[in-house]
């Protein structure tokens, strides 16, 4: 039974805020020669990371494709590694093989802090201790677990709404962020994502490197993530085939929901390169469908 949550949306979407408590992986990178270790590993280069500043970068493997996608904060001249709880195992044992190759430590911080989004970017009660990254939720901060509680008091207080898995759903398609093992996983090479930052084609060699570098100076990949928003409401699933007018394999549907928002059915697919323009007309399930590039909404 699906649960009711349009007032909890029209909140999220309107001018008031809410939070979601859920598991992912912080893992702390330091040591002086952390930056050359790091380099060698991420898509990303580290070495122009400023202070308490924060990048994108994705871990690939030989092949270019994607083993996670991270979001890396520079602090106190340390680098803290925030990812998926479903890749955090995999990012936390590759950095792991090389803390006896050098002065390169990393400390497995997970156990010791809880992750919550908030939806507001102005949203003022973090600490010192806390730490924090933005994305196009918010606010998402990492909390000791000692102080966890008195957060979430904090939050309650200033009347901030408890958002659902459901809902969440909603506004991660909507948000247009890809989630690991539903819309991405070690068969999409890291172009294919087609996300802003996520890459630096100036910086040294990296694993998986040549075939990153060579899909980016070829001119394009042969698909990429975008959006979809549906003419009418069509029962779909992941996996779902998208086809051209003409018939021609287009591509595929990894998620879907219905936006209330846009009051339309959107979907998050990897198209193929001809039929990525903006507008383009496509189908699935037999329903028009129109290209859009992410986010959904801004």
Do not use: W
């Amino acid at each position: 039974m699906k649960t009711d949550f349009t007032k909890e949306y029209e909140i999220i979407r309107g001018n008031s805020f809410g939070f979601y408590e859920r598991k992912r992986g912080l893992i702390e990178v330091s040591g002086r020669e952390a930056v050359m270790f790091l380099n060698g590993l991420i898509t990303n280069d580290a070495a122009k990371l400023e202070e308490n500043a924060q990048m994108l970068a994705a871990f690939p493997n030989a092949q270019g494709r994607l083993l996670a996608t991270v979001r890396v904060l520079k602090s106190n001249d340390k680098f803290f590694f925030d990812t998926e709880a479903e890749t955090y195992e995999k990012i936390l044992k590759n950095l792991q093989r090389f803390t006896f190759a050098g002065d390169f430590f990393v400390n497995d911080l997970s156990d010791e802090f809880r992750y919550f989004e908030i939806s507001d970017s102005q949203f003022q009660i973090s600490k010192p201790e806390f730490i924090e990254f933005q994305s196009n939720f918010g606010r998402n901060i990492f909390v000791p677990k000692n102080a966890a509680d008195v957060f979430l008091k904090e939050l309650k207080d200033k009347n901030a709404v408890k958002i659902s898995d459901e809902l969440y759903e909603v506004l991660r398609i909507e948000n247009g962020e890809p989630k690991y093992g539903v819309d991405m996983d070690e068969t999409t090479i890291v172009p294919e994502l087609g996300i802003d930052g996520l890459i630096s084609y100036n910086k040294g060699c990296y694993i998986g490197q040549e075939i990153i570098a060579r899909i980016h100076f070829r001119g394009h990949v042969a698909k990429k993530l975008t959006g979809l928003v549906f003419e009418e409401n069509v029962a779909l699933a992941g996996n779902e085939e998208i086809k051209s007018l003409e018939g021609k394999n287009a591509g595929k549907i990894t998620s879907t929901v219905f936006s209330p928002k846009l009051a339309k059915q959107i979907a998050l697919a990897f198209v193929r390169y001809d039929y990525l323009a903006e507008g383009t007309e496509l189908k699935a399930n037999g329903v028009n469908a129109k290209v859009k590039n992410l986010p959904f909404i801004e």
